[in-house]
């Protein structure tokens, strides 16, 4: 199972052609996500990226890099693609922001970017609040056609005319439907004229902390489990808006009761990842 798309930029040529052929025969392109319907959850949206000729379920943390498409700050790749029959023909595919933008510091994605990130689709522009777990409601990015299928490129950027930036930076997002199909939160780790050791150190952070399966009750990162952990997720409990969600034990991007609830679940289960 794969939670995360590699900057390794052989992945992106491993088809000889522009674009790969799904299991139906249908060509979708490499450099897209692949969107389809939980096959175990009927209500849920399922994301998947190309691997070595396949497309590989879930891929919940995947890369943008700004300026692939020649203009400086912005990206509409990845894009957004599914199967023929993947939606019944008329349903809306939207994107939702889950939070302010994140800037990278070489070791994690605490701080809050100065600038934030922008979305740009059909005559909608939606911009990344600058509260931590603020939801801001994005665009539709597109409807299914006639054989129930969506392909469509959003633009993504930052607005700092004549300016070229330099960074990581994480952006927290979710897909749904118009009959009511979501996705996990899903997670773009954007980036522009950044090294590559630093990508793929973003990327393993963004898998690890925000959607590897477990976490454990070492909430303070002393390296043991005890009262003082706690305290620590008590004190992030009520600190809904703090930098560091450390009380986000089920890694949903809020502090809230189910993390109390996991909390005593993982004391008695501890993690083993």
Known sequence: MSLTRSSNKALLFSCIAASCT???GQALHQVDLIVRVDPADSTKLDIGFFENGEVVYPNLVNQAELGSG???NATDDPGFESLNGTYTPGTVLSIDFLGATRVWDG???DGFSELPLNVFQGRTVATTSMVSNERVVGPALGEA???GRIHEHASFYFLAPGETL?????LPFELYTSDGLTSEPLFFVVH???DETEIEAALAWTTQNRVAPCRDTDVDASGSSDYFDVVALLDDYF???AATLTADVDRDLDNDADDLSAFVA????PCDD
């Open 22 to 24: 799904g299991a139906s």
């Open 70 to 72: 020649g203009v400086t």
């Open 166 to 170: 330099q960074g990581i930076w994480l």
């Open 266 to 269: 993982r004391l008695a289960e």
């Open 145 to 147: 056609n006639a054989f």
């Open 239 to 241: 600190r809904p808006d």
């Open 107 to 109: 070791e994690d994605f």
């Open 192 to 194: 522009q004229l950044a």
